[in-house]
């Protein structure tokens, strides 16, 4: 099953029509990244001390989201969507929003990615497991204040850490061998798959300022100052994101969300794990 399943995700990224750009035959993403990771591992209930309270382990987001019918999540499945380099080009040219390609991956991309999440669920529902998606289940919230920032009840980018799929780094994106300019997705199922190592030494190693005190770019990438050597101002950011770059620039995209992503590209980091001096 776990070949077959990496199959499916990966055959959907690269035959489903909701993977292109309106108008033209390109992609918004390239071959994912597949790892999976045990839903009982102490790494999702350390999270409520990490991340805060809030923060749901597998088995609690079902028992919260499906109360009448609850089962227990065995496995996570999480994937990597790496952005196209014609994307990450597009926006290594910009110093103050996002490009229009980034702009739409953001918007359309992720509604793919979504859509991604219910092929898997209904692909394995089809094969007599039980399977849901966390982002799409009702348990899932936002919390626009906590002691790290603003947060939500499940991260993506959290369980593709506990998957082994990269670490994070000095701007909170996670740094997989693909690099960080990427959308994350998970699905969890009953179905139970051997975990993928977690590779990593620890939690930053993939980001050279932590691993060796260098390079830093993604802080000049910045255009409000979200960032610096203390970390990732997230309150700002959002501000910025949510709320100039939108009224700015994405009725003019033809989209909703625009994201930003100009720490994310133009940086050693964007498509690969940095080799650094180590």
Known sequence: MESALREEISRFVASDIGNRFPGRNEPYFDEPLVAFAAAADPLFQEYKSIIGTFHLTPAELVAASQPDDSWLPATVICWTLPITENTRISNRREETFPSRYWAETRNFGEQFNSSLRRHIVAWLLERGYRAAAPQLMPAWSEVRESPVGPASSWSERHAAFVAGLGTFSL???????????????????????????????????????YREGTCGACITRCPVGALSKEGHDKYRCREYVYGTVVKSVAAGFGVSTTGCGLCQAGVPCEARIPAGRH
Do not use: F, W
């Open 171 to 209: 701007n909170d994106a996670l740094i997989t061998p693909k690099g960080m300019a990427h959308r994350l997705g998970s699905v969890i199922t009953d179905l139970q798959l051997p975990p993928s190592p977690r590779q990593y030494p620890e939690r930053r190693h993939n980001c050279l300022y």
